[in-house]
């Protein structure tokens, strides 16, 4: 079976950093891009950050770039989202998510950026893990 397990979440204060975890098992991480996804209490889902198998690209939405930074460790099957400086308004949901490529499919934009498109090329998604900030 396929199961993506987010963990890392948690109570911070403004300007403090986490580290979440997505670890993946029932595939291979090099076959796949993983990316991250939080929703916020009455907002939308948004996109976060990807990590792409295709030359190692990284995709940040605007609201995580110079913030945030993804990795993964093949070895580990497990791909990391940094969150330094956090803000209150980075309070939400953590989701991770495969594509069914080894990119991040649909969710990109020519700059770099990455965006939520649904279900579509999002093929298995995690449970969240919850990111608290206070001000």
């Known amino acids: 079976d396929v199961q993506l397990q987010a963990s890392g979440g948690g109570l911070v204060q403004a300007g403090e950093s986490l580290r979440l975890s997505c670890t993946v098992s029932?595939?291979?991480?090099?076959?796949?891009?993983i990316g991250w996804f939080r929703q916020a209490p009455g907002k939308e889902r948004e996109g976060v950050a990807c990590?792409?198998?295709?030359?190692?690209?990284?995709y940040y939405a605007a609201s995580a770039k110079g913030r945030f930074t993804i990795s993964s460790d093949v070895a580990k099957n497990t791909v990391y989202l940094q969150m330094n400086n956090l803000k209150p308004e980075d309070t939400a949901v953590y989701y991770c998510?495969?594509?069914?490529?080894?990119?991040?499919?649909?969710?990109?934009?020519?700059?770099?950026?990455?965006?939520?498109?649904?279900?579509?090329?999002?093929?298995?998604w995690g449970k969240g893990t919850l990111v608290t900030v206070s001000s």
């Open positions: 998510a495969s594509h069914p490529t080894r990119g991040c499919g649909p969710n990109t934009t020519y700059d770099g950026g990455y965006y939520y498109t649904g279900n579509y090329g999002v093929n298995y």
């Open positions: 029932g595939f291979t991480l090099d076959d796949h891009g």
């Open positions: 990590n792409s198998q295709i030359n190692f690209k990284k």
